[in-house]
């Protein structure tokens, strides 16, 4: 169930410190530290990274049309899989993820294909998801409906990263390449980098782990820096339940993100 609805504010004055900035902010530091310093800065591309299609990864045909909305994204919003965290980086295993991905939200889920538009391995591959994402994308223009995220399906852009971030930090490359991405989706559509959230913003759940949760304040940041842009802070909604929210550590009820055992293997 969708807890808040976000609604846009204007840019705090210099020198003040949002909510947001302010609870998680050393727990954010702590966690930043953990990735080595080369996953934070490096050159970003106009042309974006490089996305590997629905047919690359093998994907089913989706069981209906896909909708695609006349609309831009507001927004991005992050998840992870809630998956094991593999050493396993190679090109296989994330064409493997997708693919697996795809059968749990179409076949359990009862879903019309995967639920979210984009997906970033741990060996760094990032992946269309729902079918048209990366061709609406590379128009910026409109965007695909989804189902990544209760409230947000028709004006967010979802992306999953594989992997459990409760207590763990991703990999340097898969963090790079998820601020790439960001950066990329930002550009084609206009977002200012402070439209990046996490999943628990919105529903109650405990996506994307506390670890990942704690780094989109750099995340933001990096993303302005690859754009060149300044980092704007939109805070400014429902401060009662941001602090609830933070004093206790994470949602109340969690709704798990997951694969059945054995549908990897």
Request: glycine residues 8%; hydrophobic residues 40%.
């Amino acid at each position: 169930m969708t807890l808040r609805a976000p609604h846009h504010q204007p840019a705090p004055a210099a020198g003040r410190h949002s909510r947001r900035s302010v609870l998680t902010g050393a727990f954010a530091l702590a966690t930043a530290a953990a990735l080595p310093v080369a996953a934070a800065g490096r050159a970003y591309s106009a042309a974006g990274p490089d996305i590997i299609a629905c047919a690359t990864w093998g994907a089913r045909a989706a069981s209906e049309p896909v909708v695609v909305l006349a609309n831009r994204p507001e927004r991005i919003v992050v998840h992870h899989t809630a998956t094991a965290n593999v050493t396993d980086y190679t090109k296989q295993r994330a064409f493997a993820l997708a693919r697996a991905i795809q059968t749990y939200h179409m076949d359990a889920q009862g879903w019309i294909d995967t639920g979210q538009h984009f997906t970033v391995s741990r060996g760094a591959f990032v992946m269309e998801g729902r079918h048209n994402s990366l061709a609406e994308l590379r128009t910026g223009t409109r965007q695909v409906r989804a189902a990544h995220c209760v409230g947000q399906n028709t004006v967010s852009i979802g992306i999953e990263n594989e992997g459990t971030y409760t207590s763990q930090t991703p990999p340097a490359a898969q963090y790079a390449a998820l601020a790439d991405l960001c950066a990329h989706i930002c550009d084609q559509y206009g977002l200012p980098a402070s439209e990046i959230y996490g999943h628990r913003d919105f529903n109650a759940t405990s996506c994307p782990g506390d670890r990942l949760y704690a780094l989109l304040p750099k995340l933001r940041q990096d993303v302005a820096a690859r754009l060149g842009r300044p980092l704007s802070d939109p805070e400014g909604e429902d401060p009662l339940w941001d602090l609830v929210r933070q004093a206790a550590g994470r949602p109340a009820a969690t709704i798990g993100e997951h694969l059945p055992a054995g549908l990897l293997s």
